[in-house]
């Protein structure tokens, strides 16, 4: 689980049926110099990923994602996903000890 | 199993059912030195750590489905317990 800030979304005319109810968001994982406010592009070296959403996430929002075979453990059928929006972010602080 | 410090936590009012009323902090991991090693991670803290405190993690999904009652939660981090000494 790990903190990502939503940047995009991705529309398909055609998807497998099990995304239904959900669509895709473009999120660029945050580092700790964006957790601590020191980046205010909010994009890390990290490499972005697309993520299922069903949550309604909106560019801009601060999210969680999970990443890995957990992504699909929501559905009651096997999907492909990989990762997955788990919550919404209303506030959050990163403050590691200074030295 | 990670190895990380407690940095900050994260508060959410839309999210996956199996977080409700959860604690949720930020942490980074960090090495048997006890000095930063990567990027930082969210993780559901049932103990209660304080901020700053080492802890070590499991990134076990199963366990956490177990332990948070919802077969369907993603959710694979969870504070296993607090480090008294490294």
């Given at each position: 689980m790990?903190?990502?800030k939503v ?5 398909l005319?055609?998807a497998?049926?099990?995304f239904?109810g959900?669509?895709f968001?473009?999120?660029?994982p945050q580092g ?11 994009l890390?070296d990290?490499w972005t990923?697309v993520?299922?959403?069903?949550l309604?996430?909106?560019v801009g929002?601060?999210?969680?994602y ?7 453990q929501?559905?009651?059928y096997?999907?492909?996903l990989d990762?997955?929006?788990?919550a ?9 000890p200074i030295? | 199993?990670?190895?990380?410090r407690?940095d ?7 999210g996956h059912?199996?977080?409700k009323?959860q604690k949720?902090?930020?942490c980074?991991?960090i090495d048997?030195?006890?000095?930063d090693?990567g990027s930082?991670?969210a ?6 750590a304080?901020q700053?405190?080492r ?14 009652h919802?077969?369907?939660s993603?959710?694979?981090?969870q504070?296993m ?6």
């Amino acid at each position: 689980m790990k903190v990502g800030k939503v940047i995009g979304n991705v529309t398909l005319s055609h998807a497998d049926s099990g995304f239904r109810g959900g669509r895709f968001i473009v999120v660029a994982p945050q580092g700790a110099k964006e957790l601590k406010g020191q980046n205010p592009s909010g994009l890390s070296d990290a490499w972005t990923l697309v993520a299922y959403d069903n949550l309604g996430a909106g560019v801009g929002d601060d999210i969680l994602y999970v990443e890995g075979a957990e992504a699909m453990q929501p559905f009651d059928y096997r999907t492909p996903l990989d990762a997955i929006s788990v919550a919404l972010l209303d506030t959050f602080k990163y403050a590691p000890p200074i030295n | 199993m990670i190895l990380a410090r407690i940095d900050g936590h994260a508060v959410t009012s839309i999210g996956h059912p199996s977080l409700k009323a959860q604690k949720i902090v930020l942490c980074t991991p960090i090495d048997e030195h006890g000095v930063d090693a990567g990027s930082p991670f969210a993780a559901l803290d049932p103990i209660g750590a304080g901020q700053h405190a080492r802890v070590f993690i499991t990134t076990d999904g199963s366990w956490t489905q177990d332990t948070v009652h919802d077969d369907t939660s993603p959710i694979r981090n969870q504070v296993m317990g607090l480090i008294d000494t490294l």
